[in-house]
């Protein structure tokens, strides 16, 4: 793994563990990084062959400022408990995005390569949030009206009761155990499907 991806995927641990706490806080937050990092890209691809090396950065970071806090404020508009619940975490979209521009994500990743950096954090943001948010919460889709602009609750898929759900997975402690867990079974996974291969790499120090 290189640094810039280790730097990708440390960037995205934050909002992958804050924001999961419930499939509609996933689902906004995972929109909301796909609508900037689009129109980021879209604005930068015109911008950039009129820019130095030296002017790169700082307009990089006007314009990762500009369309995340434009969508801070659409979604303070539409949805205000919606905004609250996501809490500041929608301004680490911007940091993404300088991150993935000085990395030549725009400039050398292929299209393939792009979708497949983006889509596994995504599928890893909703399987997080769904299974945080049933196994915490013993709820699926609750404030789904969020994401239509109402405050109306209904429309949750109740599983279990509350009291008798785990609510620790809920808390953001709850999202280190989980993360964990799937991270231990993809190893011993990988450890099982290509035994003799580990094996080797294990022998180096």
Same mark, same amino acid.
Not at 88 to 100: D, K, N, S
Not at 123 to 128: D, T
């Given at each position: 793994m290189t640094n810039a991806?280790?730097?990708r995927n440390s960037l995205l641990l934050a909002p992958l563990l804050g924001v999961t706490g419930s499939l509609v806080n996933a689902l906004s937050w995972g929109l909301m990084l796909l609508t900037v990092v689009v129109a980021y890209a879209v604005a930068m691809r015109g911008l950039r062959p009129r820019l130095t090396e030296s002017l790169r950065l700082p307009a990089s970071v006007v314009l990762a400022a500009t369309f995340t806090g434009c969508a801070d404020l659409a979604l303070q508009l539409h949805s205000l408990p919606l905004h609250h619940s996501l809490g500041?975490?929608?301004?680490?979209?911007?940091?993404?995005?300088?991150?993935?521009e000085m990395n030549g994500f725009f400039i050398h990743d292929t299209l393939r %390569?792009? &979708?497949r950096l983006l889509g596994l954090p995504?599928? @890893? /943001?909703?399987? $997080?949030? +769904?299974? =945080?948010?049933?196994?915490g919460s013993g709820s699926l889709g609750n404030h789904w009206g969020w994401l239509a602009g109402s405050i109306d609750d209904c429309g949750a898929l109740w599983i279990w009761v509350t009291a008798a759900?785990? %609510?620790? &997975?809920?808390?953001?402690?709850?999202?280190?155990? @989980? /993360?964990?867990? $799937?991270? +231990?079974? =993809?190893?011993a996974w990988a450890r099982r499907a290509r035994p003799d291969r580990l094996?080797?790499?294990?022998?180096?120090?």
């Open positions: 991806v280790t730097l500041f975490y929608p301004g680490l979209i911007g940091l993404q995005c300088v991150v993935l %390569h792009r &979708l995504a599928c @890893l /943001l909703l399987f $997080l949030g +769904a299974v =945080r948010e049933l196994l759900s785990p %609510h620790l &997975l809920a808390l953001t402690p709850g999202s280190f155990i @989980l /993360l964990g867990l $799937l991270i +231990a079974a =993809r190893q094996d080797k790499e294990s022998d180096y120090p």
